[in-house]
Nanobody, 122 residues
Framework: QVQLVESGGGLVQAGGSLRLSCAAS????????AGWYRQAPGKQRELVAD???????HHANSVQGRFVISRDTAKNTVYLQMNSLKPEDTAVYYC????????????????WGQGTQVTVSS
């Protein structure tokens, strides 16, 4: 059993900050990469940020300079620090991990968390 659990969402005012956490647990051999996605009402899911096995990061243009993805490999946890939040950031945020329950050679599959709501008021 593999489980990804997000936490840290909530209601904040524009300009505020939140830090989202995603903790992976279960029979995990190797996490290859992880990322954060979000989906606002009436919109498609979009990639916010991701981090690969070497720790290389990239962030969507819409959050560049405001959000930072990071990880704690010892805790199998990935974070999303969100600063200077805007109402447009309001969405359900989902954590995704590409991981193997078998070995560092794979097979690899995507696992998703249940999502955490982020609401930014104006």
């Amino acid at each position: 059993q593999v489980q990804l659990v997000e936490s840290g969402g909530g209601l904040v005012q524009a300009g505020g900050s939140l830090r989202l956490s995603c903790a992976a647990s279960g029979s995990i051999a190797t996490i290859n990469s992880a990322g954060w996605y979000r989906q606002a009402p009436g919109k498609q899911r979009e990639l916010v940020a991701d981090i690969d096995s070497g720790g290389r990061k990239h962030h969507a243009n819409s959050v560049q300079g405001r959000f930072v993805i990071s990880r704690d490999t010892a805790k199998n946890t990935v974070y999303l620090q969100m600063n200077s939040l805007k109402p447009e950031d309001t969405a359900v945020y989902y954590c995704k991990a590409l991981l193997s329950t078998v070995s560092s050679l794979g097979p690899f599959y995507d696992y998703w968390g249940q999502g955490t709501q982020v609401t930014v008021s104006s």
